[in-house]
Every structure is written in structure tokens, then in C-alpha cells.
């Protein structure tokens, strides 16, 4: 098992900048693939980026790419989503996720955390 507790979520201005924890503790950290998704009110869990389990290889939505950045911190077992030029529309709660396989699907993943609210205003 392992459980993912997100923090750093709130309330921001549009062209603000976040950046959301995930601290993994159970099964060894690096043994999983990270995933951020996140979901809007009404709206179906989306991917928002990846991080492979040593860090070297991320990927990311087309609607973050070039704002979201994504890192893993292995000494400490977080993973974080370094947030900037937020828009409304990136409103949503977020999710970070662990899993076996690099993937953008929700069915990807086997562990989730409880979710950190993002809201943009504008």
C-alpha cells in the first residue's frame, strides 16, 4: 500500500502561481511512476502531467505545457507541482496518483490521494 497526502492548494488570482505537495509513504517511493490529475466540478478526472520513477522523464497535458512543471524530491518522498500563469479554467481539485506505468489514464495508477482544492480567479 501506499498512501499520497497533497497539500498547497488555495484560493489564487489569474497569472498567479502555486505549487502542491504529494508526500508518499508505504511502499517504496521510487518503485511508482508519479501522476497529477485533477477535476473540475461536473467534469471527468483529467491528466495533468507525469513524472517517471527516476525523475528524468515528465510529460504534460497540452493545456499546462510550458506553466506546470513537475518534480520528484526521493529523499523526501514528494512529488510537486510547481504551478504558474494559472488561468480560471485550471480551477479544479487535484489528485497526485502512484502507479506501475508511465500512462495518462485514471485506470493507470493504483494509488490516490484525497485531492487539494486549486481555485482561479479572474
Known amino acids: 500500500q501506499v498512501q499520497l497526502v497533497e497539500s498547497g492548494g488555495g484560493l489564487v488570482q489569474a497569472g498567479g502561481s502555486l505549487t502542491l505537495s504529494c508526500a508518499a509513504s508505504g511502499r517504496p517511493f521510487s518503485n511508482y511512476v508519479m501522476g497529477w490529475f485533477r477535476q473540475a466540478a461536473g467534469k471527468e478526472r483529467e491528466f495533468v502531467a507525469r513524472?517517471?520513477?527516476?525523475?528524468?522523464?515528465?510529460n504534460y497535458a497540452d493545456s499546462v505545457k510550458g506553466r506546470f512543471t513537475v518534480s520528484r524530491d526521493s529523499a523526501k518522498n514528494t512529488v510537486f507541482l510547481q504551478m504558474n500563469s494559472l488561468k480560471p479554467e485550471d480551477t479544479a481539485v487535484y489528485y497526485c496518483a502512484a502507479g506501475p506505468i508511465p500512462s495518462i489514464h485514471v485506470s493507470g495508477y493504483d494509488y490516490w490521494g484525497q485531492g487539494t482544492q486549486v481555485t482561479v480567479s479572474s
Open positions: 513524472i517517471s520513477r527516476s525523475g528524468g522523464i515528465t
